[in-house]
């Protein structure tokens, strides 16, 4: 069944909302914990090995009491039934959105045209799991009899953002095996990796759901060519493999189809690193890995399905970022994670987040009437602190943020442990605390400054405060609490496409701006004459021709 399309401003909680804005916008976060003792406790959740606190945020009992409201109203639990039942919810592109289903153990039943889905699973699964075993124990050996060293990663967007954070993330659970990405096809970036690469020990894994990707094809062709120079055409049975839906288009590309691993329809490009497309994970970190990964997944998928939404983790984050989305109209988000090993994955949570919920028609076909699609962005603390904090502290924009840190470090170094995580409590709190007039006038006296510097400094060295945040603190970094993290952002995108009435799961933005780079491609490469253009790109395009000549 179809979901439901109610327009949010037009429910009852919407306009609530509207009013209860009005009457605590000024309301300083501090205060309310004066008020309420139990306040910091009310407003956590603890899950298995998560805490989430989000007490520093600009919010009432009245506006969480409004915001689950909303969530009740646009009907949310419906829809979640149908996304996990595989329902076809990617309506536009008319697909089940089923990556929650990677997860599943092997016992469950989802049904996508008359058939259980999980068999089919499981056989890929298990495909995944006998190759990596072999590679990474040497029991598939190069065409020179050699181990294989190194494993590139060839795919763009989900086809390379998920696989490459991930890595990144667990490389403290890494193997022998080093993992490099190529996505870009700027070919100094295919260049710069295979040139510190020998042909004879590394594997290829090219991924492209569809197989007609202009970037990955482009990498692939190339370094197909470069392995080539000296290889016989032969290795490459055993040096190339593919992850894709397009089966025909891979065998096509010369790849055996033993080498073959398949995805599906089901499975969004930006939502698939449990499928095959997390291959080079499972080589990275080994099956057992990549399986505790799905299964932490998997544990936060039960969660968000069951849980009532006033303790749900992903509901809840969803629902403060509509708060400052649309009411307070907070112009983007940040997400802080406290962990070097988490570099990457702002970076991967842009396309989850952007690619799903940048849209401006609703579910009718109507352009919305409200803001949706949140902009993220992050980098790991303490560097961001030492970057852009500035502005989030002193700025005039206001910027809610979350802050991911683990508590337990990997390799037992407790002492900057302890540096970095009091880097971590003590960001939010000033965030939300700031620093009053007197207590710089104070600090200043203090400092023994006189009072003529005193007047002139003080405006410079206040802090306004109550800057919104929440907490996301973690036992460990694990391939399970990061499979957990992962899924609670897929949610959390969930649940706000679901609210804002949009569709999350198509990305037709993408392909204007395709089409005019192949009609370009082909006016550069004929060396035709530039049509149709506007006369700006014409200019831009005859002043790179004499450029390039
Ligand atoms: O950016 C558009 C997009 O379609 C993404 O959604 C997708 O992850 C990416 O391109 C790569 O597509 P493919 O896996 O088909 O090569």
Redesign the pocket.
């Known amino acids: 069944m179809a979901l439901k399309t109610i327009n949010p401003t037009s429910t009852k909680a919407w306009k609530k909302l509207e009013a209860h804005f009005k009457d605590i916008k000024d309301a300083k976060i501090k205060d309310w914990f004066t008020k309420n003792p139990n306040r910091a406790s009310q407003f956590t959740v603890k899950w298995e090995d998560f805490y989430v606190d989000y007490s520093k945020n600009r919010i009432s009992d009245k506006t969480i009491e409004l915001l689950l409201e909303l969530a009740d109203e646009v009907d949310l639990r419906d829809a979640t039934t149908k996304y996990f039942e595989g329902d076809i919810i990617n309506t536009t592109e008319g697909r089940e959105v089923l990556h929650t289903a990677l997860r599943n153990p092997e016992t469950a039943k989802v049904i996508v045209d008359g058939k259980n889905i999980m068999p089919e699973i499981y056989q890929v699964k298990n495909k995944i799991k006998n190759f990596s075993n072999q590679i990474i124990n040497g029991d598939l050996k190069s065409y020179t009899e050699q181990r294989f060293t190194d494993v590139v990663n060839i795919?763009?967007?989900?086809?390379?953002?998920g696989p490459a954070m991930v890595v990144d993330s667990l490389a403290f659970y890494s193997n022998h095996l080093k993992t490099h990405f190529i996505s870009n096809v700027d070919g100094d970036h295919v260049n710069e990796v295979i040139k510190n690469l020998n042909p004879e020990t590394t594997l290829f894994v090219i991924?492209?759901?569809?197989?007609?990707?202009q970037?990955?094809l482009s990498n692939a062709n190339t370094i197909r060519e470069w392995f080539l120079k000296n290889a016989p055409q032969k290795a490459v049975a055993k040096h190339f493999v593919a992850v894709?839906t397009n089966i025909e288009k891979v065998k096509a590309f010369g790849i055996d189809e033993t080498n073959i691993f398949p995805m599906w329809n089901w499975v969004?490009?930006?939502f698939?690193l449990w499928s095959a497309?997390g291959l080079s994970i499972s080589l990275s970190i080994g099956f057992e890995n990549f399986d505790k990964l799905l299964s932490g997944a998997h544990k936060m998928d039960e969660h968000f399905k069951r849980e009532p939404f006033a303790k749900n983790i992903p509901v809840i984050t969803a629902l403060l970022s509509i708060w400052y989305n649309n009411f307070f109209k907070a112009e983007s988000e940040a997400i802080i994670p406290y962990s070097q090993y988490l570099n990457q994955f702002v970076t991967y949570l842009q396309?989850g987040v952007m690619?799903s919920n940048g849209k401006s028609i609703d579910r009718n076909g109507d352009k919305v009437n409200c803001q949706t699609g949140t902009i993220i962005w992050g980098e790991p603390g303490t560097n961001s602190q030492h970057a852009f904090f500035q502005l989030i502290h002193q700025g005039t924009k206001l910027i809610p943020a979350e802050f991911i840190g683990f508590a337990k470090p990997l390799y037992n170094n407790n002492e900057h442990q302890d540096k970095l995580m009091s880097n971590f409590f003590a960001q939010t709190e000033a965030l939300m605390n700031g620093k009053p007039k007197n207590e710089v006038i104070n600090e200043l006296k203090t400092q023994g400054y006189s009072e003529e510097e005193i007047i002139k400094l003080t405006p410079f060295k206040v802090f306004q405060g109550n800057k919104p945040t929440t907490t996301i603190l973690i036992n460990k970094l694990t391939p399970e609490s990061l499979g957990k993290l992962i899924a609670m952002y897929e949610h959390k995108i969930f649940v706000q496409g679901i609210i804002w009435n949009i569709f999350s799961y198509d990305?037709f933005g993408?392909e204007l701006g395709k089409q005019l780079a192949n009609n370009i491609l082909e006016e550069i490469s004929t060396k035709t004459s530039f049509n149709n253009h506007d006369k700006s790109t014409l200019n831009l395009l005859k002043h790179y021709k004499d450029l390039t000549k």
């Open positions: 795919g763009i967007g989900g086809s390379d953002l991924v492209s759901k569809t197989f007609t990707t970037e990955t894709s969004g490009g930006r698939s497309v396309q690619e990305q993408v």
